[in-house]
Nanobody
Framework: QVQLVESGGGWVQAGGSLSLSCAAS????????MGWFRQTPGKEREFVAAIAWSNGLTYYADSVKGRFTISRDNAKNTVYLQMNRLKREDTAVYYC??????????????????WGQGTQVTVSS
């Protein structure tokens, strides 16, 4: 029912920057916010950042705090992830998703209903 399309992934050298975007076809009544997760082979998909549509409150994983910035454009149903000072450990497939409200919703994969196909981010050196 909801399609999410990520874009902006690619290859970048360590210390560089990339900007990801995620456009949603629509927002549902249960959509409270959107989040970014990432996954590497053999590892569980992990929380990166999230933002609430209503008030714009943001949440970040400690590993990216201070380097990544999540933002949204309500009119376009689009969220962005500006990634600066990238490190090799940031290499992963990045997914955006729509989240429902609940305690700790932003970091709980079970609170997300729709997921994009993912976009590969590769950081060299």
């Amino acid at each position: 029912q909801v399609q999410l399309v990520e874009s902006g992934g690619g290859w970048v050298q360590a210390g560089g920057s990339l900007s990801l975007s995620c456009a949603a076809s629509r927002r549902t009544l249960r959509t409270y916010g959107m989040g970014w997760f990432r996954q590497t082979p053999g590892k569980e998909r992990e929380f990166v950042a999230a933002i609430a549509w209503s008030n714009g409150l943001t949440y970040y994983a400690d590993s990216v705090k201070g380097r990544f910035t999540i933002s949204r454009d309500n009119a376009k149903n689009t969220v962005y992830l500006q990634m600066n000072r990238l490190k090799r450990e940031d290499t992963a497939v990045y997914y955006c998703a729509t989240g429902r409200y609940g305690s700790g919703w932003y970091a709980d994969k079970r609170m997300y209903d729709y997921w994009g196909q993912g976009t590969q981010v590769t950081v060299s050196s």
